[in-house]
């Protein structure tokens, strides 16, 4: 996709809005505020019914929209890595977002990413940011660096002895794109059971709609930030009040229809300094076997 000249601007009249302003005005204490930079370790028990006794425990590290620019800086991303790292998951996700705007920061999210560990490896998804400044260049510069980018494809490992499908989805620019996206990703790939476990990285996710048609059984997502403001916790199937339930379908944590599962993480950065109720987190997701 080339270059789009009118996006990129209304992006840096965002970011000059609602990221430099609001740092400008408080002389750079909101991007240092705890509510910004404490980062929450969550942990959640998926229940599959067709997991495998083999995979029975094992664990996926979710990270999502570091956003790695005026608010979260390369500074702060050995930090983020260590805390990853701890997790000690079998495979890392990474759904996109990296950088909030510029592609200056790019070598050292790309060190970072580098830098995350799992015996099945580090798989990504790029974001609606990742293409403000210029998309192509950062995903020639991912995969020249050797990064496992899923771009509307999807990957057979082993794990444990098991055959697991790892797919990932570009990011939609236009919302009936999504679809088409998660055809061309599962088009070539192996059915039940020659994937025994079926995992889909979207960056949007909206995704899930589509989880159950392609037998997908989680769905990692992000670019809600769980609406990074939350005025009051419900509950129920809306979870909460705030930005992300009024702009979202799926705005934050483990949703599930039939038996397949989705987890929109509020993601470890932010696109403006402010966060209330709603905490940076990175995920740790571990796969439980159940009955049918
Ligand atoms: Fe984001």
Not at 13 to 39: D, E, N
Not at 72 to 78: S, T, Y
Not at 138 to 154: C, D, V
Not at 231 to 249: C, D, N, Q, V, Y
Request: charged letters at 20%; a positive charge.
């Amino acid at each position: 996709m080339q270059r789009n000249h009118a996006r990129h601007l209304r992006a840096r009249l965002r970011q000059a809005a609602f990221t430099h302003a609001p740092l400008w005005v408080t002389r750079g204490r909101a991007a240092r505020s705890k509510s910004v930079q404490a980062i929450h370790l969550a942990r959640h028990d998926v229940p599959l019914e067709h997991l495998p006794p083999e995979l029975d425990g094992m664990r996926v590290t979710h990270l999502s929209d570091l956003h790695v620019g005026p608010v979260l800086a390369p500074k702060d991303l050995p930090r983020i890595v260590a805390l990853a790292n701890q997790l000690d998951g079998d495979l890392v996700a990474v759904t996109g977002d990296f950088v909030d705007l510029s592609l200056t920061v790019l070598e050292p999210v790309i060190h970072a990413l580098q830098q995350l560990r799992a015996p099945l490896g580090v798989w990504l998804v790029p974001g609606n940011h990742d293409y403000l400044d210029d998309g192509p260049e950062l995903i020639r510069r991912f995969q020249k660096a050797g990064l496992n980018l899923l771009l509307n494809r999807a990957e057979s490992i082993k794990a444990r002895g098991a055959p697991v499908l790892v797919a990932g989805v570009d990011f939609p620019h236009k919302k009936k794109q999504l679809g088409s996206h998660l055809v061309r990703a599962f088009h070539r790939a192996p059915r039940r059971p020659e994937s025994a476990l079926r995992l889909l990285l979207s960056h949007h996710p909206d995704a899930f709609d589509w989880a159950g048609r392609h037998d997908v059984d989680l769905t990692l997502s992000g670019h809600t930030h769980g609406g990074q403001l939350v005025l009051a916790r419900t509950g129920g199937k809306r979870g909460s009040i705030g930005l992300g339930s009024l702009g979202f379908k799926y705005p934050h944590g483990l949703y599930r229809r039939d038996r397949h599962f989705l987890y929109v993480t509020s993601g470890v950065g932010s696109w403006f300094p402010l966060r209330v109720q709603c905490p940076a987190e990175i995920a740790s997701l571990t796969l439980r076997r159940r009955a049918a």
